[in-house]
């Protein structure tokens, strides 16, 4: 089992920024990647960002990008999301997700299905 906890979320105003965290724990020894994805009301869960846990790799999806920074701190099995210059349109639930064993490649990472846990997420509400 792998345990994850996301923190963070708040009120912003628009222009304003948030740093997310995401604590990993249990057989986090597994852990082969971590990502946020991020789900508005009324709206399917879509994914935000994503990275190998070796560091050697990450992604954003186009509407963040510039944006939104992904990074970890490994020793401390920890994923941060720093969300920058937040627009009304970012609103949403913030969800931690972490591959486990098996490595992922390309598109994968873009993908929900291919996540094997998840944290209950954290509430993102970005105001005008």
């Known amino acids: 089992q792998v345990q994850l906890v996301e923190s963070g979320g708040d009120l912003v105003q628009a222009g304003g920024s948030l740093r997310l965290a995401c604590v990993a724990s249990?057989?986090?020894?597994?852990?082969?990647?971590m990502g946020w994805f991020r789900q508005a009301p009324g709206e399917d869960r879509e994914f935000v960002a994503a990275?190998?846990?070796?560091?050697?790799?990450?992604i954003y999806a186009d509407s963040v990008k510039g944006r939104f920074t992904i990074s970890r701190d490994k020793a401390k099995n920890t994923m941060y999301l720093q969300m920058n210059n937040l627009k009304p349109e970012d609103t949403a639930v913030y969800y931690c997700?972490?591959?486990?064993?098996?490595?992922?490649?390309?598109?994968?990472?873009?993908?929900?299905?291919?996540?094997?846990?998840w944290g209950q997420g954290t509430q993102v509400t970005v105001s005008s």
């Open positions: 997700a972490a591959r486990v064993s098996k490595p992922m490649y390309g598109r994968s990472y873009y993908s929900e299905r291919e996540y094997d846990y």
């Open positions: 249990g057989r986090t020894f597994s852990v082969y990647a």
């Open positions: 990275m190998n846990w070796n560091g050697v790799g990450t």
